[in-house]
């Protein structure tokens, strides 16, 4: 016979209502620790709607209301990796009980050290002795191998695959199924289009893609967003 918990779920918000907060939700139910209460938007467009059934509110005058009635926890959803980022410093500064999100069919390494708040999606694996920093988003089957170092603020889209020994630089961004060979270096704010595979390490800020990947114009790239400025303090 199944063992049911009786233990109460914890209350989160999730800040980012666009589609990471949806996968965020996902990730959370699926865990069954926490009960997502609500969405939180520094989109004034989007205050007052609802998302899934659940309400979406404005940013910071929302957490300080949710942090009066009681602890919870956020993950802030956003896609872009300096904003996600800034944000998340600004309310861990102010108190806000940061929470990951760690899809229950992940698979971690013992010996793999893991940050606080972190988006780990369904079939994703973080390989022996592997280390991860605050903030980062691993996407839906993205492997990250043994020894790999990913730094703060990094996002592997679904499918990457991080070969053993390689080091993921602050705010990188890995495309959709791109992979990278052993030991190599990616540089921060550096971009892999999807698809691509790395040989070489990437320079800090530079845009590479194709097989083997090589170095591409990031005003001509398809898939490099413009870095979005956002705050919490609306």
């Known amino acids: 016979m199944a063992v049911v918990s009786c233990q109460p779920l914890t209350d989160v918000a999730i800040y980012g209502s666009g589609g990471l907060g949806h996968v965020v ?3 959370l139910v699926a865990g069954r620790r926490y009960r997502v209460v609500a969405f939180l938007d520094s989109d004034a467009s989007r205050h007052g709607t609802q998302v899934g059934g659940l309400p979406v ?11 009066h009635g009681g602890r ?3 993950v802030v959803a956003i896609g ?8 998340a410093e600004q309310l861990r500064q102010c108190g806000v009980p940061l929470v990951s999100a760690v899809h229950p069919l992940a698979t971690i390494a013992p010996s793999a050290r893991l940050a606080e708040h972190l988006i780990v999606g369904a079939r994703a694996t973080v390989g022996v002795h ?4 605050r903030h980062c988003v691993l996407s839906t089957g993205a492997i990250v191998e043994h020894d790999n170092r990913l730094e703060r603020g990094v996002f592997l889209h679904p499918a990457v695959r991080l070969a053993g020994g390689v080091t993921v630089q602050d705010y990188a961004t890995l495309g959709i199924g791109s992979c990278v060979i052993p030991y190599r270096r990616i540089g921060p704010e550096a971009h892999i289009e999807p698809g691509s595979v790395v040989i070489r390490d990437v320079p800090p800020g530079a845009v590479v893609g194709g097989v083997p990947a090589n170095p591409r114009s990031r005003t001509d ?6 870095r979005a400025v956002r705050t919490c303090s609306q």
């Open 25 to 27: 939700r996902d990730v």
């Open 57 to 67: 509110h404005a940013g910071r005058r929302a957490i300080e209301h949710l942090l």
């Open 72 to 74: 919870i926890g956020l």
């Open 80 to 87: 872009e990796n300096h904003a996600r980022v800034a944000i």
């Open 130 to 133: 592997a280390e991860v920093a």
């Open 221 to 226: 790239s398809r898939f490099v967003p413009d």
